[in-house]
């Protein structure tokens, strides 16, 4: 059983640019999440995907936007970066039935400065 | 104010010690919660669930208070290598969604 993987797992950009992060989900798993967790603080809801739709968003401005392949891997998108994007960016994916959700599996994150 | 929240410490304690965590939340929709560990620069993994009744994973005690929106992490014994940082979580529902409190950084030292 493969866990989550995310790439890059480091990246450097400057204010105003764009950044696409990947993310493959554990196998059996239909469900990814995105997470932003800046240095000292918890992680904070981005947005999560099902079958390929935003399945729930936090409070996160629109120029954060993401993907969901029909393998339930994702891509978390972030335009115009700011100084503030900088964080550790972590995807976590889980099984999504009639039931409700198993335990989220985190990958080991995107690491992302701003300068 | 925050959805969660934790004393962010650090805690220092001696190997040996039992150490106590706290964490509260202000949502009463919240339907699960979990304690995580997350160690420096790594991805957050799951510690335990925190059922009502309590629950025990052996040196690791959870604690749910539903009616003070309560919830608490006991480690008895710490070990050197139970330093790390511990995220209190909750879930508004069954869909993946985790609401993170900020966490609370606990140092064991010899």
């Known amino acids: 059983e493969t866990g989550v993987t995310q790439s890059p797992t480091h990246l450097i950009k400057t204010r105003g640019q764009q950044v696409t992060l990947r993310c493959s989900s554990q196998?059996?798993?239909?469900?990814v999440s995105w997470y932003q967790q800046a240095l000292g603080q918890g992680p904070q809801f981005i947005f999560q995907y099902y079958r390929e739709e935003e399945n729930g968003r936090g409070n996160f401005p629109p120029r954060f936007s993401g993907l969901q392949f029909p393998n339930y891997s994702s891509e978390l998108n972030v335009n115009a970066l700011e100084l503030d994007d900088s964080a550790l960016y972590l995807c976590?994916?889980?099984?999504?039935?009639?039931?409700?959700?198993?335990?989220?599996?985190f990958g080991a994150g995107s690491r992302l400065t701003v300068l | 104010r925050k959805e969660v929240e934790q004393d962010p410490g650090p805690f220092n304690v001696p190997e040996g010690a039992t150490v106590a965590f706290n964490c509260t939340y202000s949502?009463?929709?919240?339907?699960?919660f979990f304690w995580y560990r997350q160690d420096c620069r790594k991805e957050p993994k799951l510690l335990m669930s925190v059922y009502s009744s309590g629950n025990e994973d052996g040196r690791f005690t959870a604690q749910l208070n539903r009616a003070s929106q309560y919830i608490s992490l006991l480690i008895r014994d710490s070990k050197l290598s139970d330093s790390a940082t511990y995220l209190c979580v909750g879930t508004l529902s069954n869909t993946g969604k985790l609401i993170f409190g900020q966490g609370t950084t606990l140092q064991v030292k010899p």
């Open positions: 976590a994916s889980s099984f999504l039935g009639s039931s409700g959700a198993n335990v989220l599996t």
């Open positions: 949502n009463s929709a919240s339907q699960s």
């Open positions: 196998s059996g798993h239909n469900t």
